[in-house]
Structures are given as C-alpha cells and as structure tokens.
C-alpha cells in the first residue's frame, strides 16, 4: 500500500498564480485533512473532509478551497498565491471514529515568490 | 478553542541522560497523539494514548496521559544520538468529527 501520497513535492510560484495540490490514499480512510507546517510551528489545520461529499474549514482557511473528489482524493487549490502561503503542506487521513491514529503523507514545500 | 502547549522547545541534551517533554492542552479530550519528525521528512507516529492513565513505551521514549490534569508527558531514557528530532504532540476533537490540533513542538539535540 502506498498509504497517503501527495503530489508535487516540491513547487515554487509567483505571487497571483493558482496551483492544486493533489492528495490521494489507499486505505479506505472516510476522514481527509490539510495541514500547513510554518517555521517554528506545529502544524495547522486549513480544511478538513469527514466523508466523501463534505469539507469544512480548519483554523487557517483563508485563501484556500478544497474538493474532495471522491473517498481517495482531496486537493487543495490556492486560487491566487500569496508569499504568506509558502510552507510545507502535508495531507492525512484516518477512519473516522476509530482508535488510531491518522497517516501523514510525505509533504509539498511550497514557495511563493 | 482548543489549545495545545508543549514545552520546552527546544531541549539540547548529553547522551545518557533522561528528561521530559510536557504537554498541556484546554479541553477534555482523552486522546493524545506523539509524532516525531525529521528534518525535511513528514511526520512519523510514536504513540497514541486513548484514556486517562494510559501509558506507552518503545524503546527508549516512554509517554504516558493524565486526561484530569490535562497533561501528556514524553520521558526520554538514556538518551542517543538518533533520538534528534521534533516532537509535536496533537489532541484529538470530539470522538465522530476527529481533527487533530497540534503543540509548537520540542526540538530535541542529543549532543554526544
């Protein structure tokens, strides 16, 4: 299994520009998750998807939308980058309700310049 | 809203020694995650601690749950080199609507 996979890995974009970080995940896992990883910081929650079919917002949405396309997809798109987005943005995913833990996926640095 | 704080963050240690990271978080959450984290590398689960008293250990870290004091802890023994790394510790939200907040962090340096 290859569990949480994202992609790009690495991407660099001029302030205004769009782009849509793709996630995917093999496990059947219902609950999808955006994080975002500054300097210095734990990670942040930007939008989250509890099932096929919805999103919600996490503490840090702003400039930033969501689709989850069906139970393995969940991007993110940044619509018109801002130098205030370039981090590490990783994806995870979980069965919701169950007693473990979530999967990360390997990340996407992001530079906007 | 829900807050979580660990401390230190940042801890430079000999090997050998033993010490302990804290984490505090404000509600009543009774599951409690640890990752660790490599530099440039995603996150790697350490524990989960599902109930108040619970305690995990692997090899040389240890964590354990008081979910009255609101409190994790992350007790390193005999620390080695390849022990380097962050540490976050993450609270869970209400049981069917789980998303994980995360601490700032412990970058943990065990200086030989």
């Known amino acids: 299994n290859a569990g949480v996979t994202q992609t790009p890995k690495f991407q660099v974009l001029k302030t205004g520009q769009s782009m849509t970080l793709q996630c995917a995940q093999d496990m059947n896992h219902n609950s999808m998750y955006w994080y975002r990883q500054d300097p210095g910081m734990g990670l942040r929650l930007i939008y989250y998807s509890a099932s096929e079919g919805t999103t919600d917002k996490g503490e840090v949405p702003n400039g930033y939308n969501v689709s989850r396309l069906n139970k393995r997809e969940f991007s993110l798109r940044l619509e018109s980058a801002a130098p205030s987005q370039t981090s590490v943005y990783f994806c995870a995913s979980r069965v919701q309700g169950a007693n473990y833990g979530y999967t990360f996926g390997s990340g996407t640095r992001l530079t906007v310049v | 809203e829900l807050k979580v704080e660990q401390n230190p963050l940042f801890l430079s240690m000999q090997e050998g020694k033993n010490y302990t990271i804290y984490c505090n978080y404000s509600t009543t959450s009774d599951r409690l995650y640890w990752y660790r984290q490599d530099p440039g590398k995603s996150l790697e689960s350490l524990f989960v601690?599902?109930?108040?008293?619970a305690v995990k250990q692997e090899g040389r870290l240890m964590a354990s749950l008081d979910t009255k004091a609101r409190l994790s802890t992350l007790h390193i023994t005999a620390a080695v080199h390849d022990l380097s790394a962050t540490y976050f510790c993450a609270v869970d939200s209400d049981f069917g609507n789980e998303k994980l907040t995360f601490g700032t962090g412990t970058r943990l340096t065990i200086i030989p």
């Open positions: 601690l599902l109930s108040n008293g």
